[in-house]
């Protein structure tokens, strides 16, 4: 606090930019918290894209329902809906219900 002042309040980036850290060590449990605590707090994600750590986080923990939930923003944008679709896609080892929302939600021609 001293050398650069006080911290800043929390607001979406700051959850985003944690989810981004605990992307890259693959903490998916971490993200789906991050996630939550944010929502609780009334926090969205300002750009679209921004709502892709979570839906891998969500895919990679089996949370079919949570993408689903989703699915109508991302599908809002087609090029965001393309990249999701995209990304999700390449993900492995994910059940058969998260597969199965991936290509019924995120992955249909717009």
């Known amino acids: 606090a001293f050398a650069f002042g006080a911290e800043p309040p929390h607001g979406w980036c700051y959850f985003y930019q944690q ?3 605990a992307r890259q ?11 939550e605590q944010a929502q609780s707090q009334g926090f969205e994600a300002e ?19 949570r993408l689903k939930e989703l699915s109508p923003v991302i599908a809002a944008d087609a090029y965001i ?8 896609e390449k993900l492995q080892g994910l059940s058969e219900a998260v597969m199965q929302v991936i290509q019924n939600e995120y992955c249909i021609e717009n």
């Open 47 to 65: 750009d679209l894209i921004e709502w892709i750590p979570f839906l891998e986080a969500y895919a990679h923990e089996g949370q079919a329902s």
């Open 25 to 35: 060590r693959g903490e998916w449990g971490e993200i789906v918290r991050i996630g």
């Open 19 to 21: 989810a981004a850290l």
């Open 81 to 88: 809906a393309s990249q999701a679709c995209a990304r999700l």
